[in-house]
């Protein structure tokens, strides 16, 4: 398929994507939609930041899009395909398929005039949400989630812990800035065994320095900070906020394979090259 938008899934892309969906459910009429269309389209929006009716006709109705993306976020589609994906990228750099350690932080973002929780973060002066995120030491996304930005980012790290030990995560260690110190490490290490590190500003620190480890969860954010559907929380529901997250780091960790995959065949044909002189 030739892509017509820089947000159209490549064919390697699409390769890595497609098992990992849903079939069509047998019986009945055949489908008369495209799946891999419906999944170019969804990434046109979250890449894009336009409003779902006003997707380009080619990719057929809006609505028809729409639903597929609710359904799958309902489904938690988004969410195994996200794991999945990451779990392929981790084992192709030569790592544990789960990891044992991670970064979290948090950022704040404005909402619009769509209805949904929101807050005001006095820090940050930011009325909105904030993205409480946990990412492994790739900067790969293991867990999001969306809440007020009033609410103050060691009670958000408490909520993001809860529910990564309610999925099932076992990490040995997290790292984290000065906002998370205080009776919240001793939590985490009671309530979930984990060891949450706190990375200190140097005393003698004048003006920016990258900090160790600190600097791998920012990375992530600025990966975010490319599809411009997360420019604002323009979602009404906080799991849709949470599902555009996974959408996007779909599409980076998919490209990121296709990268490996094509340069895993560049390699080959050079040492076939070499065998037959």
Known sequence: MKKRYPSDLSNKQWK???PLLPPHKTGGRPPKVDLREIINAILYVVRSGCAWRMLPK???PWSTVYDYYRKYRIDGVWEKVHDQLREEVRKKAGRNALPSAGIIDSQSVKTTETKGVRGYDAGKKVKGRKRHIVV???GLLLFGLIHAAHIQDRDGGRMVFEKMSEKGWALELVWADGGYRGKLVEWVKTMTHWTLEIVKRPVDQ???EVLPRRWVVERTFAWLGRYRRLSKDYEELTESSEA????AMIN???RRLARTF???RT?????FSIMAM
């Open 262 to 264: 094509q340069a895993f």
């Open 206 to 208: 004048e003006g920016f």
């Open 244 to 247: 555009v997250m996974q959408i």
């Open 16 to 18: 890595s994507i497609e």
């Open 58 to 60: 080619e990719f057929g």
């Open 267 to 271: 390699l080959s044909k050079q040492a």
């Open 136 to 138: 492994d030491t790739m």
């Open 252 to 254: 980076l960790m998919s």
